[in-house]
């Protein structure tokens, strides 16, 4: 067993550290105060190629493995959550998917621009009544000669106002289930489609998360990822992947908890010495890094079998629930540690907190994750 990164790895993880520091920690409490998206940041992050990292070069990707994403997800979003999650979902849910099954086609014409971050990619599953239970799903696309005429709703999709294609999940076969769900990608400059406006959210405040509307929206049968009807099984699979980015993100949150924990406990001197002398704050520490470094295992193990090629779905569904448990507590001890400083904005950590709890919410509830591991343990 090693666990040695390999240069590769350490030096993807050294540049997004620098990046994080040097380019996104200046804005980020007032991005995040203003819900300002972090265009010029998006940008930058692009030309460092973290818009398509795993994406081969074929393609124009970085062609690095899942653990260099993963470790890149963790400096980003130990700085900006936000800018994390923007990056996550064009990597893991958009890019991947559409390497893994678009057709050469959809490759040479979308992937190779979202790849390079040239264009942005958003992820459209959920609709108001299907979340968890995702194949519930309403929104209707019908065959009509060589294209599919796209109707319905979608929710709680990150990139919705900023992307430019939108992986579309549609019924076009009613009453088979799961089995009649089809995948398509979806250019937003198509007639008929409509994205609704932002949600007011509680934390990632700087990323967008809208609703999307689709009326009569012809969309082209090159359109089609996969085959019909196979695009519950898409969708599921490409969650997998996602898992491990949404993980990294939580892990990076935790992180986050922890270095300022540190820094403010030394510095901060009660009764005449610093906090950091009294075991009740040394316990709460250690605790933390235990349970970080414990996430951090997981999430590269499940990473690692990814890359190996190896049913990986279960460990990823291990890795994103303890790590975004572990972002929760670790941010919420972390504003205790700074107390009535840790409860204002200026100081930043309490956006910690509010960004941890959306990583047990999004890409699948703990709930779900643990739906998830049992079937694995009892199949
Ligand atoms: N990969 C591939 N196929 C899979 C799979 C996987 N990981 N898991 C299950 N399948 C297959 C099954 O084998 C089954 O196929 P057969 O019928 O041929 O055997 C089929 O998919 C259906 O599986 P289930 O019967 O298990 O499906 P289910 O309806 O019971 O749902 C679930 C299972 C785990 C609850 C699933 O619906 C799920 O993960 N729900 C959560 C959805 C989710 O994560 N949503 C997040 C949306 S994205 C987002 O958050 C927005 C954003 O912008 C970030």
Same mark, same amino acid.
């Given at each position: ?83 994390s999650v923007i990056m996550s979902v064009n990597n893991s849910l958009v890019c991947y998917l559409l390497e893994k099954y678009g057709s050469d086609y959809i490759k040479e014409t979308y992937l190779k621009q979202l790849a390079t971050g040239d264009k942005l990619g958003a992820f459209s599953l959920s609709e ?68 609704g406006k932002p949600e007011d959210k509680l934390g990632i405040k700087s990323s967008d998360t809208t609703e999307l509307y689709f009326s009569d929206v012809k969309i082209p049968i090159e359109n089609l990822i996969g085959n019909e009807g196979e695009g519950f099984k898409i969708a599921l699979s490409t969650l997998?992947?996602?898992? /491990?980015? +949404?993980? #990294?993100?939580? $892990?990076? *949150?935790?992180? %986050? ?32 890094? /235990?349970? +970080?470094? #414990?996430?951090? $295992?997981? *999430?590269?193990? %499940? ?77």
């Amino acid at each position: 067993m090693n666990f040695n990164l390999t240069e590769e790895q350490k030096l993807i993880k050294k540049t997004a550290r620098d990046f994080a520091v040097n380019e996104l920690a200046p804005g980020v409490i007032h991005r995040d105060s203003n819900k300002i998206w972090p265009a010029e940041e998006v940008k930058k992050m692009a030309q460092l190629g973290f818009m398509g990292i795993m994406v081969s070069n074929n393609w124009n990707g970085g062609g690095m493995d899942t653990v260099s994403y993963s470790l890149a997800m963790e400096e980003i979003a130990r700085v900006d959550a936000s800018a994390s999650v923007i990056m996550s979902v064009n990597n893991s849910l958009v890019c991947y998917l559409l390497e893994k099954y678009g057709s050469d086609y959809i490759k040479e014409t979308y992937l190779k621009q979202l790849a390079t971050g040239d264009k942005l990619g958003a992820f459209s599953l959920s609709e108001p009544q299907s979340g968890s239970d995702a194949s519930n799903m309403l929104a209707f696309a019908k065959r009509e000669g060589d294209y599919y005429l796209l109707n319905g709703t979608k929710n709680w999709v990150t990139n919705g106002l900023h992307s430019n294609y939108v992986i579309v999940f549609a019924v076009t076969t009613k009453d088979v289930g799961h089995k009649g769900i089809s995948c398509f990608i979806v250019d937003k400059q198509y007639e008929g489609f409509e994205v609704g406006k932002p949600e007011d959210k509680l934390g990632i405040k700087s990323s967008d998360t809208t609703e999307l509307y689709f009326s009569d929206v012809k969309i082209p049968i090159e359109n089609l990822i996969g085959n019909e009807g196979e695009g519950f099984k898409i969708a599921l699979s490409t969650l997998d992947g996602g898992r /491990i980015g +949404i993980a #990294s993100q939580a $892990l990076g *949150i935790a992180q %986050a908890s922890l270095d300022h924990s540190i820094s403010y406990s030394k510095e901060r001197q009660q009764f005449g010495k610093p906090i950091s002398s009294n075991q009740a704050i040394q316990n709460k520490l250690a605790n933390m890094a /235990i349970e +970080i470094e #414990s996430a951090r $295992l997981l *999430i590269h193990k %499940a990473a690692w079998l990814k890359d190996l090629k190896q049913d990986y779905g279960y460990m990823a569904s291990m890795a994103k629930v303890y790590a975004s448990e572990v972002a929760m507590r670790a941010s919420t001890e972390c504003v205790q540690i700074h107390g009535g400083y840790g409860y204002i904005q200026e100081t930043g950590v309490e956006r910690l907190m509010r960004d941890a709890k959306i990583t047990q919410i999004y890409e699948g509830t703990s709930e779900i994750q643990r739906v998830v591991i049992a079937r694995h343990l009892l199949k």
